[in-house]
């Protein structure tokens, strides 16, 4: 198995980015790279992602409970690994990053739930990725913190330039909340790396948050 690094974060907060300097880094390096970024919109396997998210199962993320949105998600993960990138990941030269993955279950499904249920959404959801569907577990997590106030500025400013439409999760102020909440329980409980993003109320550049990543990837 390749080096498999998941980089994950409220919306916003800079994952793509991140994401595409980590390559560009590496290599530089002379390392075989491969990035993914999850869902696959492009893909047929993301269907039922793309109906959960365009409010087509509910105009609220609370709509669709934790466990059926995971395995959306999931089902997304697991089609493409099978089709596409298990050759990526089998290769012990081939370093794979992932924008998003089942990490993004581990925060914006958590927060779903009441916080005595936590432990017990997290043991399942470990257990049926990794071990029922059989995908692979990243070896570092890089968890990039943004509070919702700024990463929900961020997404608001990218929709208007753009003409992005918000999905169910970014139009929902108070589950973002929530997320963040369940991002920094799970950065703890799963041991990721936390890299907070911002000074104050002020985002830290976009080469400054790389330099932390970067030490960190070296030592893996």
């Given at each position: 198995m390749g080096k498999f690094i998941a980089i994950d974060g409220l919306d916003g907060s800079g994952k793509g980015t991140q994401s595409e300097k980590l390559v560009e880094y590496l290599k530089s390096q002379g390392k075989k790279v491969r990035v993914l970024s999850f869902p696959v919109y492009e893909n047929e396997s993301s269907t039922f992602v793309k109906m959960y998210l365009e409010g087509k199962l509910g105009d609220k993320p609370s709509d669709t409970n934790a466990y059926a949105a995971s395995m959306f998600f999931a089902s997304?993960?697991?089609?493409?690994?099978?089709?596409?990138?298990?050759?990526?990941?089998?290769?012990?030269?081939?370093?794979v990053i992932a924008n998003r993955y089942t990490t993004a279950n581990a925060v914006?499904?958590?927060?779903?739930?009441?916080?005595?249920?936590?432990?017990?959404?997290?043991?399942?959801?470990?257990?049926?990725?990794?071990?029922?569907?059989?995908?692979?577990?990243?070896?570092?997590?890089?968890?990039?913190?943004?509070?919702?106030?700024?990463?929900?500025?961020?997404?608001?400013?990218?929709?208007?330039?753009?003409?992005?439409?918000?999905?169910?999760?970014?139009?929902?102020?108070?589950?973002?909340?929530?997320?963040?909440?369940?991002?920094l329980y799970?950065?703890?409980?799963?041991?990721?790396?936390?890299?907070?993003?911002?000074d104050g109320d002020v985002i830290r550049t976009r080469e400054d948050i790389f330099e932390e990543i970067a030490s960190i990837v070296d030592k893996l």
């Open positions: 997304d993960r697991y089609i493409s690994y099978a089709t596409d990138w298990k050759r990526d990941i089998d290769d012990k030269d081939t370093y914006h499904q958590l927060s779903k739930l009441p916080e005595e249920e936590w432990d017990r959404f997290l043991a399942w959801l470990w257990d049926f990725e990794f071990k029922k569907l059989g995908l692979p577990e990243p070896e570092l997590v890089l968890y990039l913190e943004l509070p919702p106030k700024l990463s929900l500025s961020l997404v608001k400013s990218r929709s208007k330039e753009t003409g992005q439409k918000m999905d169910i999760h970014e139009l929902d102020t108070e589950y973002m909340e929530k997320c963040y909440d369940a991002a799970s950065c703890e409980k799963l041991n990721w790396n936390r890299i907070q993003c911002y």
